[in-house]
């Protein structure tokens, strides 16, 4: 846990990855993935022919524990041992479900993470959080596990539907609001489905490292590294409305409504201004994030599922992180069900308008 | 990982407990344990009525993927946040399924070991070995994560099966071994089976403290923490296959049976004197540890589990601990097949004699 992680940006996958394993002298490479990489991306990456390849269907659905079984079972067919290295090839599905799988295999090995996505490349693949849904709870088993090493590349991102840009681009408006009204501003001006291999690249230097930053602060999330979690109670909410409704929607999605939920959270409780959310709103509705598609008989439904989030102390307070201003955060906010519940109104207001 | 594990030896459980517990806070406290525990020991202990208990059936069998995902699902009901502590109370199963729970519910909450046999005491209660079976094959899935504290007291062995006293003072004997001639001698003498709570919680005060050093200065098992697998390469194998045939043996009896075997290959690789392991191989027969019940028919098998052992860097090469003599430990010792078999004659021989 105390070692760094060693970050790599490059849009020579194979390159890096042959720099990065070969000095760790494993005794066998394992590449973990689901089968929709193993088709459409693994080909194009010209990796070696000894590396053994593990998948399990894609998608959050599938994050749970009968794709961890099957991944260690794989492994175990594929005779790895302590020694050997996994490489995570995928998106946040993939290098969460992967990580906690190599973290767990004979009590840990060595693991590299190669996110294939916007939205992995700017939150998953770094940071050393691992793990599988669980009865409908999302991540709710796993472990703090940072990679060895992360290439983060935009090349694979080229055949990446909309959406995914779409997703990933709100964790980095995240980052944005945790730094500062510039880059907040500078941000939403852009337009994320336009961005050239270069622009992109650059944003994610910018964006991992406000990450990094973060979470070199406090690995294992006992203080300041909740900031990151900006925008994500009432996104996991929504993330966990969508799944039980069996009508999944991206991460990135949940977390860019959440942003505005905590905004206007923010706004009520430490007077952040709500000149910033208006033209955050404009922005979701411009490059299509959608709505979540609630009505105020969800609102109970969506309380619970705040209260069952893993930063709360008790099933009765339900902790927030909110700005006083972009780049002034307060964690540990704590608020009650009224309120949460007056926030959507307004958030209903906002979107739906 | 680098916090120091507290460890207390006393007979008044609930106290230290107790004590333990309170100055940590939890938002709530749950109890992990075995159904046979659970109606036999616990009522005794007088633990408060809030601490919610959470219990799989007994046995090494029941190490599975399955009392796993229950205990996790106990704990969900419970209402376990990640400020919550876990009480390990239980044999060795208990303390690394539990603790295994503990270390990956919401990415892990702080936990409590009370080792309630005497091999739990000596082994898995103390130095951060977690886990559970995978496909027949041992602590296949787990991680390092030490209990937040331990509580060692001899208060529950007295209606402990003999072959549980047995099992737990194999790795004892292992420990003195790993010390000193004197220190092994002085345990074989003993008679396990008669001694009073006073002296084995002496004798527990220096064991723990023995293997309490060796994992302080490899909390990882990258190097010495391997002194602590003298016996273990065979004694995982005779366990494997016992399961395998389905009538499992004690953990302890195997290691046991293993520290023959080791001490034969450490007199063939290493010229450990053979004058050691007659007086072993008596007080194996007069204190009824039994024989593995293996016939030349079996050495292949038994070398194909050995290959599967974790401390394997590859599937070609099978890792021993050894020793010089008593204390003089080699570590990382490659052995092949005909020696291990060869060293298998000799242990028939010296057994079944």
Known sequence: MAEPQQIIFSNDIAGSLARIVSEMRPSSVVVVTDDEVKSLVLPRLGLPADWTVCSFAPGDLNKNLESLAAVW???EEAGATRHSTVVN?????????????????KRGVRFVNVPTTLLAAVDAAVGGKTGVNFN?????????????????????????????????????????????????????????LK??????????????????????????????????NLGHTPGHAFESLALHRGRPVPHGFAVGWGLLVDMILSHMELGFSSDYFYPYRDFLRENGYGTPDITCDDYDTIVDLMRHDKKNASPDAINFTLLRAPGDVCIDCIVTADKIKAALDIFRDLTEA
């Open 136 to 192: 409908e709870y999302k991540n709710e088993i796993g472990a703090f596990a940072p990679a060895d090493a992360v290439v983060i590349s935009s090349a694979t991102f080229g055949t990446l539907p909309a959406r995914e840009i779409l997703s990933g681009y709100a964790e980095m408006v995240k980052h944005g609001l945790l730094d500062s009204a510039e880059a907040y501003r500078a941000l939403i001006a852009e337009d994320p």
């Open 195 to 228: 961005l050239s291999d270069e622009r992109m690249l650059e944003l994610l230097e910018y964006n991992v490292g406000v990450k990094e930053r973060v979470v070199t602060a406090d690995p294992f999330e006992r203080g300041i590294r909740r900031a990151l």
């Open 89 to 105: 090839i995928g998106g946040g599905v993939v290098t969460d479900l992967g990580g906690f799988a190599a973290a767990t295999f």
């Open 73 to 75: 079972g794989q492994m």
